[in-house]
Each structure stands twice: as C-alpha cells, then as structure tokens.
C-alpha cells in the first residue's frame, strides 16, 4: 500500500509538467535516462526535434504534449508506448525480455519528463 501511494504520487507529481522535481523524482528520471541511453539512443533522439534528428527511429522530443505515436499516428498512452517497447516490430528490436516492467515505467517517467 505505502509502496502504491508514493507511486502514485510520483505519477501525479510527474503531470505537475514544468515544476522542478524533488530529490527522489530526479533519481527516478535519472535511472530512465540511464536505461534510455543503454537501449535506446542508438535508434532515438529525445532533445532534437524530428526535423533534427539524424537517428533511425522518430524522435521522442516533447513527445507527451502531444497526443499521437510520431509514426503510427496511435493515440498516445503509457500503454501504447509500452507494448511497443516490449513487442518491438520488423525493425525495432523487442524489449520484453531485456527490460521489466519497472525498467520500461522508469524509461517512459523519463520520456513524460521531456
Ligand atoms: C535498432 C533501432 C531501434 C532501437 C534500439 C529502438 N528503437 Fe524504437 N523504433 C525504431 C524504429 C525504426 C521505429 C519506427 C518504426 C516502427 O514503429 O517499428 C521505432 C518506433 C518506436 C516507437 C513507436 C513510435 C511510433 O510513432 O509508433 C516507440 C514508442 C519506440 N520506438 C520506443 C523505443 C524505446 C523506448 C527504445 C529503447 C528501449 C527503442 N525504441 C529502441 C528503432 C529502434
């Protein structure tokens, strides 16, 4: 329970958009983009724009303000951005059996951030 309420609050403390975050928010942001840069960053870009981006794969700047996958044109949810994560498709590799499930909240807290 004490484990569900702090998550919680760090989920809504993560919607607060432009506020600084608190001590304990930045290591979670941090560890999202240490798992960002060991699996994704090769194939995405996050602080380029997708005119910028010289990268493979879209890039996810600002990517939650908005409300569509860059490529897809899904609608934008948590959810969606997961099972792409763990189901990868013919190009992008599948992540469910390198990264947990708290791995990919972690990495998506970090994308939200951005
Ligand atoms: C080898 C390159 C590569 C790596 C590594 C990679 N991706 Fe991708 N990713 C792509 C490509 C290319 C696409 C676009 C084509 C597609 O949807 O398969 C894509 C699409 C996506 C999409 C869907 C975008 C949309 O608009 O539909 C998401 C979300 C995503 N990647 C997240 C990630 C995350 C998070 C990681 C790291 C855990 C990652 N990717 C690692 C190449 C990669």
């Not at 609050?9 to 930045?26: I, T």
């Not at 090769?42 to 996958?69: I, M, N, W």
Request: glycine residues 4%.
């Amino acid at each position: 329970m004490r484990r569900l309420s702090i998550s919680l609050l760090m989920a809504a403390s993560l919607f607060a958009a432009d506020q600084k975050p608190l001590p304990w928010e930045k290591n979670r942001l941090q560890s999202g983009q240490a798992l960002f840069r060991a699996n994704c960053v090769v194939c995405h870009d996050v602080d380029k724009t997708q005119a910028e981006t010289k990268k493979f794969g879209p890039s996810f700047y600002q990517l939650f303000r908005g409300d569509k996958l860059p490529m897809s044109g899904d609608k934008l949810t948590r959810a969606a951005v997961k099972d792409k994560i763990k189901s990868g498709s013919i190009i992008m590799p599948a992540f469910d059996k390198v990264l947990n499930d708290s791995e990919i909240d972690l990495l998506i807290d970090y994308l939200q951030s951005k």
